[in-house]
């Protein structure tokens, strides 16, 4: 079973930028059915995706983050990441990257997600 | 972008009782609707796609229907295990979006 590990810094201060790992166990990211994604959740509240990158390093942004974050794609290293400029205490919660089953071109659905890893936004 | 409203936002239940959650897009979203299961401190799990495919291993109490902009996910026997928070997705365009969940707990 494949299996998605996240990692980065636990705290990032105000302003600064955010940059996490994702580590992809799997015999290859380059198929066509699948994308890879981050999304993240503050503390007690529900799901926000952030963005998808594809193995030919087409990218997919939330409108509402575009200006601030970029995801790329790494398939020699089995490996995605999010690089997060500017954060603030809004950005605080659990990150989570995850495969995208495309079930309809670029449009799909998360079928494997990594454990989360929490980051804080504070002085 | 497309908003996805759940209801209700908390439901209490009991062991073995039939349980239905709502999600409601803004716009026609055909069957492009996902549902995951989250239990505290875990990632969710996918249990739903295109509105009505059971993921494998999904147990068969759990059943997603509807097109258009209403669906709901109802679980037909509640479980231990079924105690979670439940999202909807949509996937109608290339910006994926979560409702707010709805929260199964116990009554």
């Known amino acids: 079973q494949m299996q998605l590990q996240e990692s980065g810094p636990g705290l990032v201060k105000p302003s600064e930028t955010l940059f996490l790992t994702c580590n992809v166990s799997?015999?290859?990211?380059?198929?066509?059915?699948?994308?890879w994604g981050w999304i993240r959740q503050p503390p007690g509240k529900g799901l926000e995706w952030l963005g998808n990158?594809?193995?030919?390093?087409?990218?997919y942004y939330n409108p509402s983050l575009k200006s601030r974050v970029t995801v790329n794609v790494d398939t020699s290293k089995k490996q995605i990441s999010l690089k997060l400029i500017s954060v603030t205490a809004a950005d605080t919660g659990v990150y989570y990257c995850?495969?995208?089953?495309?079930?309809?071109?670029?449009?799909?659905?998360?079928?494997?997600w990594g454990q989360g890893t929490m980051v804080t936004v504070s002085s | 972008d497309i908003q996805m409203t759940q209801s209700p936002p908390t439901l209490s239940a009991s062991v073995g009782d039939r349980v239905t959650i709502t999600c409601r897009a803004s716009?026609?979203?055909?069957?492009?609707l996902a549902w995951y299961q989250q239990r505290p401190g875990r990632a969710p799990k996918l249990l739903v796609s295109?509105?009505?495919t059971l993921e494998s291993g999904v147990p068969s109490t759990f059943s997603g229907s509807g097109s258009g902009t209403d669906f709901t996910l109802t679980i037909t026997s509640l479980q231990p295990d079924d105690f979670a928070t439940y999202y909807c997705?949509?996937?109608?365009?290339?910006?994926?979006?979560f409702g707010h969940g709805t929260k199964v707990e116990i009554k």
């Open positions: 995850a495969r995208y089953r495309s079930i309809v071109g670029a449009k799909g659905a998360f079928d494997i």
């Open positions: 799997a015999d290859s990211m380059s198929t066509s059915r699948y994308y």
């Open positions: 295109d509105a009505s």
């Open positions: 990158v594809y193995y030919s390093g087409t990218t």
């Open positions: 716009q026609n979203i055909d069957t492009f």
């Open positions: 997705q949509q996937y109608s365009d290339y910006s994926p979006t």
